[in-house]
């Protein structure tokens, strides 16, 4: 997986950096992303047994939520320079994968995204540095020194956690096979949720007679309603 | 006796509530546990933690009580959508989903998610599970209620009579007319977040003159019979869940602001349009004739509540009683002599009425008066300790932490005040606060800068102890002043002392602490007074932007370390930073 | 004494808790008092069976709870 991200990354780096807007909304999309995970990291520390984990945990957390601070200032400059629409708030929503998943495979779960990042990170620094683009390659280079660390302690973590190598490989995989499982359930839904919608305004159409039904039947009362009995 | 657990979910402010024999023993938002601001999903975790904090296993429960008839709900939807054909065709099969996929089987998924039996839960209707968090918490046996909210199943609007522990209703205004929903289309319109914003246009009114009048006579028609009728053209909450206004309102009253676009009249001083500020002195003026307008409507409906009711108390409820400038003007001007707003007066607050009237339907008494909002968890101090340490922080113990804050808060310093169990409802009423000293304006600023990012309009809060009020204040300490769901003038004299927390109108939105109600609070405020300084703080929430407010010691672990604040006192322990 | 574990129930209780639902909502509409709301019933059947093949739609939006 960390490979395709990688060799995607490389490949679409000139679509997705040359013009400012596209920036702009990529910036602001991994803003939303580091947000995501720090309400993640700070569930986790919660819920975690350990406090020792729990300090790990929220430090991440701390960063995770500059990261998306420093995305997302980046990106209102560049959507304001070019003109483009304000970007949202950066309110992101919670998978809260540490009770869907348990400590462990959670903790493998952080580790292949932030091993993942940083690989990603990596093609869009080459990419900065080869064209000059001071501000967003010091912008990606200094993330990188926190997801370098997020990607050595967790690691670190998940081994002495699972108590052996071994067992921490199992849920590494174990973990890639949700995802992809995950990644396969969204794509199926993505074009469910089109069958749905079109299929659904076909019914709204047949629907229409309804309509004039219900106006007549249920017509928009301004003013006091007194209850009727019994209510 | 019964034990019996409140639910409201699905909309905004998911919450749990939990009374055991007649008691009112727990009541937790789910935000602050899912730490995702107005989370709306099933509040299993909130359910979970009162239950935990009560000792109780879920078979214990003798009932499950919804907030809302889903089937009701379903058929307003329906005729809405069907109505409005074909306005509604981008979100009749969004609309469908919601309902079908997940809002229709409320019940059963709570019966399974909470591991309950399927015929332990029930669920009544949406206002009168407002009005019974009102009315049966209140100081009163006897009072009009008034709900004012979005909507419900069918009603915006609904006057009731409580007496004992019966709620009758008395009339109602349905949807699509409804008084939430016009201040949520003008908030959005003012640039800010609908269901987050509203406290924004509330402080923005201050800044402005109500000279749209005529125009506002458009958007709402006042009966005489204290009933109102939206202009509905200009709305478009019957067809568009983005938005909540149509282009006449843009025709009506100008171009919608831009949201995030920055404001434009920090300096207090600038109380004439100059150039640069012209738009946003429209934009204040727009949100102070929508306070206007909206006082003038809630005025009619409690005048109309009194008449019928034939009662001297009135309680209020649903989203729009927390708009602490309306009613403070509904204690000075609709002929009551007492007012009560309970402190979650929003969706959340629904929750508590479902399992109020639940636990009446199973026998028990009505709740005792609410004397204090710190209906939460407590601080975790031990693991708060270990974390600290874990983390290299320079936690210590302190004998006394009132003395200790009052001490730092007397030297000008920003307080992070986390203490006993965390508040139930919007505000922070000292267990989870920020507190500081009230003098300077330039303390506000310095959180503005540090934490909050507010908007230069925004004001921050007093708390003071209730003892003291009348030097402060105009008005004496009153049933809503303990939740902070009013507004006080300040007196002329010592408004320059209290700086940091007057609003632009001489207003501030003050929280009366008693020893009874907020005792850590109020300990602090009698150090201050001991140490010869005004027994009155700066109390605001204590959370970043966007954030829901600090609930366990880990969240108040993560506030110290991403904000610059002074010292952080959880429980007795307390982290300084080095000056 | 042990603690009871906490499962949620089997496949088949919660279909049968689902089609006590379904029951009560046919009865809920074609309630005398709702008569004239009975073809909807048709609509919301359509609904669900979309929903149940299509496996579902997700939308947040600050309306929502006017609309939805």
């Known amino acids: ?32 992303a580091e947000q995501g995970s720090m309400l993640d990291m700070r569930i986790a520390a919660s819920l975690t047994g350990s406090p020792r984990r729990a300090a790990a945990y929220l430090r991440h957390a701390d960063d995770e939520a500059r990261h998306a601070q420093m995305f997302a200032r980046r990106a209102r400059k560049l959507a304001e320079s070019a003109h483009a629409r304000p970007l949202g708030p950066i309110t992101a929503d919670c998978e809260q994968l540490f009770a869907a998943l348990g400590e462990l495979d959670f903790l493998a779960f952080v580790h292949t995204g932030e091993a993942r990042a940083l690989a990603q990170f990596d093609e869009y620094l080459a990419w900065f540095t080869a064209r000059g683009r001071e501000q967003d390659r010091v912008l990606f280079a200094t993330i990188m020194i926190d997801e370098r660390r997020h990607a050595a ?16 490989t199992q849920a590494l995989r174990r973990v890639a096979r949700w995802e992809l499982g995950r990644r396969w359930l969204r794509a199926g839904r993505f074009v469910a949720e089109r069958v749905y919608v079109l299929t659904m305004l076909i019914v709204y159409a047949l629907a229409a007679p309804l309509s004039l039904l219900i106006r007549v039947a249920r017509p928009i009362t301004p003013g006091w309603r007194t209850p009727a009995a019994g209510e | 006796m019964a034990r019996v657990l409140g639910i409201s979910a699905h909309y905004h402010d998911a919450a749990a509530a939990l009374i055991v024999d007649g008691k009112l023993v727990a009541a937790i938002q789910q935000e602050r546990l899912s730490r995702i601001k107005n989370d709306p999903s099933l509040p299993i975790a909130a359910a979970r933690a009162c239950l935990e904090f009560a000792g109780l296993a879920p078979e214990d429960l003798d009932a499950v009580a919804f907030y809302e008839q889903p089937f009701a709900k379903l058929e307003r939807v329906l005729v809405n959508l069907l109505r409005n054909l074909p306005r509604t065709w981008k ?64 009603s915006s609007t609904t006057l009731w009579h ?119 002195r429209h934009y204040a003026n727009i949100a102070a004739t929508l306070q206007a307008v909206l006082e003038d409507a809630l005025l009619g409906l409690a005048r109309r509540g009194r008449e019928l009711s034939k009662s001297k108390n009135l309680c209020l409820a649903g989203g729009v009683a927390l708009n602490a400038l309306a009613n403070a003007r509904i204690q000075r001007e609709a002929g009551f002599e007492r007012v009560f707003v309970q402190p979650a007066a929003g969706d959340a607050g629904g929750a508590l009425g479902a399992a109020i009237l639940a636990a009446l339907a199973l026998g028990d008494p009505r709740p005792e008066p609410l004397v204090s909002a710190a209906l939460g968890l407590p601080i975790d101090a031990s693991r708060a300790l270990t974390i600290a340490h874990e983390l290299g922080l320079p936690i210590r113990r302190v004998d006394d932490p009132a003395a200790f804050t009052a001490e730092l808060i007397a030297r000008d310093k920003i307080v992070g ?76 004299d010592v408004q320059a002392e209290l700086a940091a927390v007057v609003h632009e109108d001489g207003t501030a939105r003050l929280q009366t602490v008693e020893a009874t109600r907020a005792p850590e609070l109020h300990a602090v405020l009698a150090a201050l007074a001991e140490r010869g300084e005004h027994p009155i703080v700066l109390n605001t929430s204590l959370n970043g932007p966007g954030e829901p407010i600090v609930a366990r010691s880990e969240d108040a672990i993560a506030f110290w370390l991403r904000h610059a604040i002074d010292a952080l006192v959880l429980d007795d322990l307390v982290i300084e930073r080095p000056t | 004494m042990t603690a009871p574990i906490h499962k949620p129930p089997s496949l088949p209780r919660r279909l049968r808790a689902r089609a006590k639902t379904v029951l009560k909502l046919i009865g809920y509409f074609l309630h005398p008092a709702r008569f004239v709301l009975a073809p909807m019933l048709i609509v919301l059947l359509l609904a669900g069976i979309l929903l149940w093949l299509t496996g579902g739609l997700a939308y947040v939006a600050p309306f929502v709870y006017a609309l939805f």
């Open chain 2, 417 to 492: 005040f986390a203490r006993g169990r965390f508040e139930w409802g919007p505000r922070a009423l000292g267990q989870r606060s920020l507190l500081a000293r009230p003098r300077e304006r330039a303390t506000r600023d310095r959180l503005n800068r540090l934490i909050k990012q507010r908007e230069p309009f925004r004001p921050f809060a007093p708390a003071v102890a209730s003892e003291h009020v009348e030097r402060w204040f105009a008005s004496p300490p009153d049933d809503m002043s303990p939740f902070m769901t009013t507004v006080a003038p300040v007196r002329p």
């Open chain 2, 91 to 154: 979100q009749f099969p969004r609309a469908l989903a919601s309902q079908l996929g997940s809002k229709l089987w409320v019940l059963d998924h709570l019966a399974e998610q909470l591991f309950v039996a399927r015929d332990k839960v029930q669920c009544f209707e949406h206002h009168r599970c407002h009005a019974a968090s009102a009315m049966f918490v209140s100081p009163y046996t006897d009072a009009a209620v008034l709900v004012v909210d979005g909507v419900g199943e069918h």
């Open chain 1, 153 to 168: 302690y967790t690691r670190e973590l998940l081994v002495e956690l699972a108590g052996s190598e071994a067992v921490a």
């Open chain 1, 1 to 32: 997986m960390t490979r395709l991200t990688t060799l995607l990354a490389r490949w679409l780096n000139p679509v997705v950096w040359r013009w400012p807007g596209h920036a702009a909304r990529k910036l602001h999309a991994f803003a939303l």
């Open chain 2, 162 to 280: 409580g007496h004992d522990s019966e709620l009758k209703l008395l009339a109602s205004v349905d949807f699509p007319h409804s008084l939430g929903l016009l201040y949520a289309g003008l908030t959005a319109y003012l640039g800010f977040a609908v269901n987050e914003g509203e406290y924004k246009v509330m402080g923005l009114a201050a800044w402005g003159q109500a000279t749209l009048r005529d125009e506002f006579a458009r958007l709402i028609r006042l009966h005489a019979d204290g009933s109102y009728e939206l202009g509905l053209e200009y709305f478009a909450h019957m067809s568009d869940a983005e938005l909540g206004f149509g282009p006449k309102l843009e025709a009506l009253l100008g171009p919608r602001r831009p949201a995030n676009k920055p404001w434009e009249f920090a300096d207090p001083s600038d109380r004439v349009s100059r150039p640069g500020s012209r738009p946003d």
